[in-house]
């Protein structure tokens, strides 16, 4: 349930209703926006008769919200939410991040360069797997810790944001310096996962699942924002279909979608959508176009001795083509790089 003020509600007259439903059990979520306050009640606003409500003179209106995600829901929170990761980084309002990097890290040598030619080019991110879920048990399962410390030296030496994935909760503690912890797609509905991620402040890229329909992947959104962490970044990365010339699809829909269901930042990753390094760049394009707030691609300095994923990847130079015709796209938007 929503109950939106009135222009003129001074703050006692918010301050009291916010309290008085504080004291009977419920979370309420308070959002400001331009002229009106809103208050978001979660819990079971069944009980909850609107009519006395509607009668206080300083409650425009009140809407009972059938959705079953609350905190995600662009009801509850009109503006669009913009993520700090740093000092100089925002995810959102109006911005175009470009995230960028190896599949996995291999190597010393391997991140290092590929940091500082993706920064070079434009990226406002790197990322690179330590942690890699791999279908085969047999095939390369990233560096694991050392490759978190390389990635936290590309971070030191090229002042660029991480994004890393986390597979499992023990590795918690290991993420403390990265930016941004990324959930792949095997692990969106790791709900004990995300209920850990939910009790931190970190910036959460959350993958949508290959099967995960754009409703459970708000519901993954919502487990990780109902233990008070808002900072979430959505993530499509191309579902499952009966298409075999593309590894994925890639559901540029859920751009629009999720712009008129939520109020979170959405990332295109066109690398793992398509599995195809010449499908990058028009994806891309495409993406920007339809309202995405960035991307995330796969960028290798040697695609085809890569450890993993290579075939998806491009090289640097292809990189930072595809940086400066991002821009003119950017810019139609309306946003900047
Ligand atoms: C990745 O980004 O490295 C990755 C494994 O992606 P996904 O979870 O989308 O498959
Ligand atoms: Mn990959």
Do not use: W
């Amino acid at each position: 349930m929503i109950i939106v003020l009135k222009p003129t509600a001074t703050q006692e007259e918010i301050d009291e209703l916010e309290n008085e439903f504080l004291e009977r059990g419920f979370q309420v979520d308070r959002s400001e926006g331009e002229s009106h306050t809103l208050l978001g009640l979660i819990g079971d606003t069944k009980s909850v008769d609107s009519s006395p409500l509607r009668s206080k003179h300083y409650v425009e209106r009140v809407v009972r919200v059938n959705q079953p995600f609350k905190k995600a829901s662009r009801y509850f929170h009109p503006k669009d939410s913009k993520i700090k990761i740093n000092d100089d980084t925002v995810v959102g309002e109006g911005t175009i991040s470009l995230i960028a990097g190896p599949c996995s890290i291999e190597s010393e040598d391997q991140i290092i360069s590929i940091a500082e030619d993706v920064k070079k080019a434009g990226a406002t991110m790197l990322r690179g797997g330590a942690f890699k879920p791999r279908t085969s048990p047999y095939s390369f399962q990233g560096m694991q810790t050392n490759g978190l410390e390389l990635m936290l030296l590309a971070k030191e030496k090229t002042g660029l944001p991480i994004v890393t994935e986390i597979m499992d909760l023990s590795q918690l503690p290991m993420f403390e310096d990265v930016d941004v912890i990324q959930v792949g797609a095997r692990n969106c509905q790791n709900f004990t996962l995300l209920k850990e991620l939910g009790r931190t402040q970190k910036p959460i890229l959350l993958k949508r699942g290959m099967s995960q329909n754009i409703k459970e992947l708000l519901m993954s959104a919502e487990y990780i924002m109902a233990g008070g962490n808002n900072n979430v970044i959505l993530c499509e990365r191309g579902i499952r279909t009966f298409e075999t010339l593309t590894r994925n699809t890639l559901d540029l829909s859920a751009i629009p979608v999720l712009k008129k269901h939520t109020h979170l930042p959405i990332i295109i990753d066109p690398s793992h959508a398509t599995g195809l390094s010449e499908l990058v760049e028009p994806m891309t394009l495409a993406a920007i176009a339809a309202g995405a707030d960035g991307i995330m691609v796969e960028v290798h300095n040697n695609p085809e001795a890569a450890l993993c994923d290579g075939e998806q990847a491009i090289k640097p130079e292809e990189f930072a083509q595809i940086v400066d015709k991002a821009r003119k796209y950017a810019e139609l938007s309306h946003k900047t790089i």
